[in-house]
């Protein structure tokens, strides 16, 4: 049932998304963005927009009762997992899959955004442009704010959603609801930061992608021509060093070092800061 969730998630997420591109600039309506990228579709029109913005809303209440229905005969539990807490919920409840649904698009709608940031700030501008306006463009007015305030913005926004999810678990007894609010704050805070983690994985894939591409000819798509310009930025810092023997690269191999490295610092920096608490 897992990947019913992200797979609606997802699906409602990128409806919401290209619904959302069509307000940020009614001068100049976007291509949309896809998981293709550079798909040749016709520019939607605004009223097609308010359709997307339905047809997002249909598949969240269509994923709630799929999930309520297939595993209440069941009678199974499902949980959120937020780095710092898991949440379980009652798969034999309508309410409590219900807010199981609200908080998992929620986490899944943050996570996608940060993603979607990153590969905006590491793409080369100066190839696969058509892909990589439709990424800025998918940010909305984050992607127009100047670039330090664009993270900030995103924690912001997690905070505040986990604020209000908090809340509500809390009224309805998801949650204790005798957690003081300084408390409550200072969890959203971490839980935000927490969706960095994800990042993770994205820069794992890419790499993937990347050496793939590099010992096979995958096709001329232009996505592979921007995956390859966001490997060589992310692979820059190592150029200088000795890590080239015969016709092989061990940058690459050693970036994903690296990176697992800056993952498990991360995890382990959230997990005690969360734990230190001024209060």
């Not at 550079?38 to 997307?52: D, N, Q, S, Y």
């Not at 993603?115 to 058509?130: G, H, P, T």
């Not at 439709?134 to 984050?142: D, E, I, R, T």
């Amino acid at each position: 049932m897992s990947v019913i969730d992200f797979i609606l998630n997802l699906a409602a997420w990128i409806l919401l998304v290209n619904g959302s591109m069509q307000f940020g600039d009614r001068e100049n309506l976007h291509r949309p963005l896809t998981l293709l990228g550079t798909l040749k579709v016709p520019k939607p029109t605004i009223r097609e927009a308010w359709v997307l913005f339905s047809v997002s809303a249909v598949l969240l209440v269509l994923k709630f009762l799929l999930l309520h229905y297939l595993g209440a005969p069941l009678d199974t539990t499902m949980h959120l997992n937020f780095l710092l807490l898991n949440i379980f919920f009652k798969t034999g409840s309508m309410v409590s899959m219900g807010w199981m649904g609200v908080a998992s698009f929620l986490k899944f709608t943050l996570m996608a955004y940060i993603w979607l940031w990153v590969l905006w700030r590491i793409s080369r501008k100066d190839s696969a442009e058509q892909l990589v306006g439709s990424l800025k463009s998918g940010l909305g007015f984050v992607g127009r704010m100047p670039m330090v305030v664009q993270p900030i913005l995103l924690i912001l926004f997690g905070m505040i959603g986990w604020f209000l999810v908090g809340l509500s678990f809390g009224a309805f007894g998801v949650l204790p609801t005798s957690i003081p609010l300084p408390l409550l704050i200072w969890q959203a805070f971490w839980i935000s930061i927490s969706a960095w983690v994800g990042v993770y994985w994205m820069m794992l894939l890419i790499m993937i992608v990347y050496l793939l591409h590099s010992y096979v000819y995958l096709g001329s798509w232009e996505g592979w021509d921007w995956i390859e310009g966001m490997g060589d930025r992310l692979l820059l810092p190592l150029k200088k060093l000795p890590l080239q023997w015969a016709r092989i690269d061990f940058a690459p191999l050693l970036f994903l070092l690296l990176n697992w490295l800056v993952y498990s610092a991360f995890v382990r920096l959230i997990l005690h800061g969360y734990q230190w608490r001024p209060f």
